[in-house]
């Protein structure tokens, strides 16, 4: 991996940050490389105390104990480990209209929100899990890394353990939780990202087109115009956000699904289901389960269009 080699503190070494950053002007252009990585900068430059050391709730480790010793005496730290490890598979059907004949049955495998290095149970569970199914193409909708901040080198050694049991070529976009850093190194590992961006699938002459957008959550640096950039209008197509919260500008673009995650199927839920918060502006609805959005293709006045699935 050409990601940059990183010190105990964080940080990598200068030759190998002018290296990233060049490839990543490359890769995604200058403009959106330095917009992507500035933010990501003064974000962290905002956790930081003047000695460099991280100031943010998140590394109050006194805290993590406290939180940890509640919910041990409650009994729901167990119970929450076991939830995060106890996989389930769920199967939603769609109908889409202007899809090829070639494609009719075609599975899509869809992972979100995996925050690889949070919990090695739940990701040698997951492997293992993924390793035994079949499907055709494998998409993952972004926030692989445990934090927001820090270090990168946990999340890609993580993904590319998972990688060894991904099927062909899985297609990748990142999650408010995801350094454009990554990106490199996720793609020397075989992952295709898709930076706001789409990609063509042929199948015995016909196509369907799959388009990815950078966060649109916390850096919002989503580009759903460039991403369709060459897509027909008769076209099938599937667009990847890591969060629904375009669901609006979605449901107007001419996709005919839309894939993504982020709110875990509901931060905290009521009995039932029911979210009481997504962190995410965006219907309770949407957040939870596969629903449609009232957009159609060609057409300025509401209808039944294309649909959404999030996935915990």
């Not at 199967?91 to 979100?112: D, M, N, Q, Y």
């Not at 070529?169 to 999650?175: K, M």
């Not at 950078?214 to 076209?235: C, R």
């Amino acid at each position: 991996m050409t990601a940059r080699i990183e010190t105990p503190d964080g940080t990598g070494s200068a030759a190998e940050d002018e290296r990233l950053d060049y490839r990543l002007s490359l890769r995604l252009g200058s403009e959106h490389a330095r917009q992507r990585l500035g933010i990501e900068q003064a974000f962290e430059a905002r956790l930081r105390d003047r000695e460099g050391h991280f100031c943010h709730v998140e590394n109050w480790y006194s805290l993590h104990g406290l939180v940890r010793f509640c919910l041990s005496v409650t009994g729901l730290w167990g119970r929450g480990q076991r939830n995060a490890r106890a996989l389930t598979l769920q199967t939603h059907r769609f109908t889409l209209p202007h899809l090829p004949a070639s494609f009719e049955g075609f599975r899509i495998l869809h992972l979100t929100d995996l925050h690889v290095e949070m919990d090695e149970a739940a990701l040698e569970t997951l492997i293992q899990t993924v390793a035994e199914l079949d499907y055709d193409l494998c998409v993952l909708t972004g926030d692989y890394r445990k934090l927001t901040w820090g270090p990168i080198h946990g999340a890609l050694a993580g993904m590319e353990r998972l990688r060894a049991v991904l099927k062909d070529e899985p297609l990748a976009i990142l999650g408010n939780h995801d350094s454009i850093r990554m990106v490199p190194g996720l793609e020397d590992q075989g992952y295709r990202v898709l930076l706001n961006e789409h990609h063509r699938i042929d199948r015995n002459g016909d196509s369907l087109y799959i388009a990815g957008v950078d966060d649109p959550h916390f850096y919002k640096v989503d580009n759903l115009e460039q991403a369709a950039d060459g897509i027909p209008a008769s076209a099938a197509s599937i667009l990847l956000s890591h969060t629904p919260e375009i669901w609006r500008e979605a449901a107007h673009a001419g996709y005919d699904i839309y894939l993504c995650g982020h709110t875990h199927g509901g931060q905290i839920c009521l009995p039932g289901g029911f979210p009481l918060t997504l962190d995410a502006d965006c219907p309770a609805t949407s957040g939870k389960a596969p629903g449609a959005m009232r957009a159609c293709r060609g057409t300025p006045r509401p209808a039944p269009g294309p649909p959404w699935s999030t996935c915990a």
